[in-house]
């Protein structure tokens, strides 16, 4: 008997002795009182379980004997009636104390699997809610532990792929359990290959360790490890292991999914980049060609205006083959992740210059309006990278807009000082409803019908590089027509230091 049900014993007899004290100067009814001690005896049963109730039982039959039965005070009975009495009060105490107490372990057994129900529920509600969620493998494994141990209630628990040297801790943010180093050396000794059911290892001097297959079919398995202070019931790590064996396998099936889209995205960026670069390669080369054919005839050599249109032919045809195949190579540097930025401070001027002379001969035709204040502070920025943003939104401007209307160029310093914003303003066909975001997306270009020729580039590279310094691009219609685009680009941290100094 454990000391829980020790005390309870007590606490029964304890009652009996208090029934007793107060039925003995009533000189009741047997019966009544057989009735009395029985209800202690379920009560008993019922607080402290089948001990309690059979020690209660025994004693309740004694004191009935020794108190109420004739002759009283000895544990003899004159009447033979009273045998029967006694006997039957004996046998229905002990009976109703079993019934009792075993609807008393059976419901605890009922609580106790509501309980695991509970936990392996939460269990596959997290694994379904991260269905569908990319998310590292390290951290998404370290994760599946945590829930493991949690529906099968230990302290901590591990899950670690499983390859051909055993077990292997996925690495990830954060500090390692201690247990975790010596758990894995552990399993690696004891098993070079994934068991086929969970499995409990004993070492001398540590706890018992819990492994539990996961995934055994799929091309990357897995292990639970766990220290135990005691063994689960093995209905329910069955339980635990398929829900865990569902989410690696989900896992993996994800990230082949997500593989498999990445491909096939990245073949449809290469058609749509071959498609649309195609024309626009052949375009310029074709004109070139037809100049340096023409070049080569005798009597064009003779013809000064005919041989200086030729020449500036090739040349215009050069510079837009040549600011093609830069776009091209930013945006695969954006792409691939290899853009640098050698940010320093700068003056606004000295941006909206730059992205003028980036943009080149492209204005040349133009008419430009710059209303950019005196005494902006200067921005942190890389002048190159930040020169082709604007020049990109001023050739966009300059394709799109009348001749013989302005581009104008415009900035202000934000309500909080920390941003300069610039903006070029047009008079073109503006952005119709519905595309203010389309457009910035690779490859689009304007509606059919009014869009000149390009690759789509210019306004993706131009915001990605924007976002790159820790600003936005964004774009608007005018009032009258034509549309804003707007930068920002945030302040140098000395021109804000100065501006928090005054």
């Known amino acids: 008997m454990d000391p829980w049900s020790l005390a309870r014993a007590v606490v029964g007899v304890a009652a009996l002795a208090l029934a007793t004290a107060i039925l003995r100067p009533l000189h009741p009814n047997p019966a009544d009182v057989a009735l009395t001690y029985l209800l202690g005896v379920l009560l008993a049963s019922t607080v402290g379980g089948l001990w309690s109730g059979a020690v209660t039982s025994v004693l ?18 004159a009447d033979p009636a009273n045998w029967f009495a006694l006997v039957a009060f004996l046998v229905t105490a002990v009976v109703s104390s079993q019934l009792v107490a075993r609807a008393r372990t059976r419901s605890r057994q009922a609580e106790t699997r509501a309980a695991q129900t509970r936990r392996l529920l939460d269990l596959s509600e997290r694994i379904l809610s991260r269905v569908g969620n990319p998310e590292d493998p390290g951290r998404a494994l370290a994760a599946l532990g945590q829930d493991c141990a949690r529906a099968l209630a230990l302290d901590g628990a591990l899950v670690a792929a499983w390859g051909a040297d055993g077990p292997s801790r996925p690495a990830v943010d954060g500090v390692a359990e201690p247990w975790q180093g010596p758990a894995l050396e552990a399993v690696r000794r004891r098993c070079r290959s994934l068991p086929e059911r969970p499995l409990v290892l004993r070492e001398p001097g540590q706890a018992p360790l819990l492994v539990l297959p996961l995934a055994r079919r799929c091309p990357e398995p897995a292990a639970l490890v766990a220290p135990l202070a005691r063994s689960p019931e093995p209905g329910r790590a069955e ?34 980049l071959l498609s649309s670069v195609s024309h626009e390669l052949r375009t310029p080369l074709a004109a070139i060609r037809v100049a340096a054919t023409a070049l080569q005839r005798p009597d064009v050599w003779a013809d000064i205006d005919g041989r200086t249109d030729l020449l500036r032919t090739v040349d215009e045809e050069s510079d837009r083959l040549n ?24 003056e606004v001027e000295a941006l909206v210059w730059e992205g003028m002379h980036q943009a080149g001969r492209r204005l040349d035709a133009r008419r430009l309006v710059i209303r950019v204040p005196d005494g902006l502070p200067e921005i942190d920025c890389d002048l190159g990278l930040a020169g082709i943003a604007l020049a990109n939104l001023l050739e966009n401007a300059a394709k799109y807009a009348p001749a013989d209307t302005p581009i104008e160029i415009g900035g202000r310093l934000s309500a909080d000082g920390r941003l300069v914003a610039l903006w070029t303003d047009d008079r073109g066909p503006g952005v119709p409803p519905g595309e203010a975001e389309r457009i ?60 928090r100094g005054t």
């Open 239 to 272: 339980a635990v292991a398929g829900l865990g064996s569902l989410a690696v396998e989900r896992q993996f099936l994800m990230r082949q999914i997500t593989d498999a889209e990445a491909v096939r995205r990245s073949d449809a960026l290469k058609s749509a």
């Open 440 to 499: 910035f997306e690779r490859f689009t270009r304007g509606a059919a019908g009014r869009s000149p020729s390009g690759t789509g580039l210019g306004l993706p590279i131009a915001r990605a590089l924007v976002e790159a310094h820790g600003g936005r691009l964004w774009v608007e219609a005018r009032s009258g027509g034509g549309s804003r685009f707007t930068s920002t680009w945030p302040v140098a941290a000395q021109a804000l230091a100065f501006k």
């Open 60 to 77: 309740a039959a004694l004191a009935f004997n020794f108190v109420f039965l004739p002759p009283v005070g000895t544990l003899t009975i």
């Open 323 to 346: 600011r093609l195949i830069a776009n091209l190579l930013t945006m695969s540097r954006i792409e691939v992740g290899a853009l640098s930025l050698d940010r320093r401070p700068c």
